[in-house]
């Protein structure tokens, strides 16, 4: 923890008349400072608030969000397994798991939380959606098409499962029903294309400033 913003937040938290004993307390401005876009200041006050009231499994998994923006994937997923530890049926917990693991190339362990968060948030679709994405990378082609099927079943709106589920049948051989796939999705969302064209430009621009 910073003990320099710390301190600055402690101060300004006093000087509003709000109690700097209360775990609720840090919890709250944690929560302003991360909407903001002050993370760092965040993950200061959800610690202190922690400090005060380590049982909270929702202050574990919102500073474990604070992290994962900050690329520290490990301490992020130890939050996250903080959060777990005071309640293990949180969907989202497992799913943010999920996002660490992928983005470390633990496919394995980010299919099964995946797949654990569609199992206590059935709705989730970004879960299925991810675990589909999972699953391709993983070479389970069919599970992956399955999942992704179901995703878009669930939220025909969703513009990202359409696009990995034609992906995915490209990258499988299977133009002419990557083609058929892709006619349906531009029927129900006719702006499609252009989303697909903004999100391929979005990914080169971040490519080439790594």
């Not at 190339?105 to 989730?124: K, M, S």
């Not at 029927?187 to 499609?192: G, K």
Request: proline share 2%; hydrophobic share 40%.
């Amino acid at each position: 923890m910073d003990a320099e913003i710390l301190n600055e937040l402690t101060e300004e938290l006093e000087n509003m008349g709000q109690d700097t004993r209360s775990a609720e307390v840090w919890y709250a401005l944690g929560g302003e400072l991360y909407n903001a876009g002050h993370i760092t200041e965040a993950e200061t006050a959800f610690r202190q608030a922690l400090n005060l009231n380590p049982g909270d499994a929702q202050t574990w998994c919102d500073l474990g969000a604070t992290l994962f923006l900050q690329n520290r994937f490990d301490e992020a997923e130890s939050a996250f397994k903080g959060s777990l530890e005071q309640n293990e049926e949180d969907t989202h917990v497992w799913y943010n798991l999920g996002c660490i693991y992928n983005v470390a190339g633990r496919l394995d362990d980010a299919a099964i939380a995946f797949r654990r968060a569609t199992e206590l948030g059935p709705d989730n679709v970004d879960a299925w959606v991810n675990l589909g994405v999972v699953l391709s990378a993983a070479g389970d082609i069919e599970g992956a098409e399955k999942v992704l099927r179901k995703s878009i079943e669930m939220r025909p709106e969703h513009f990202v499962g359409w696009l990995n589920l034609i992906s995915l049948l490209y990258r499988d051989g299977r133009i002419k029903e990557a083609e058929e796939v892709h006619q349906r999705a531009l029927e129900i969302l006719p702006d499609f294309d252009d989303f697909a064209d903004s999100l391929k430009e979005y990914v080169e621009n971040v490519d080439d400033t790594q």
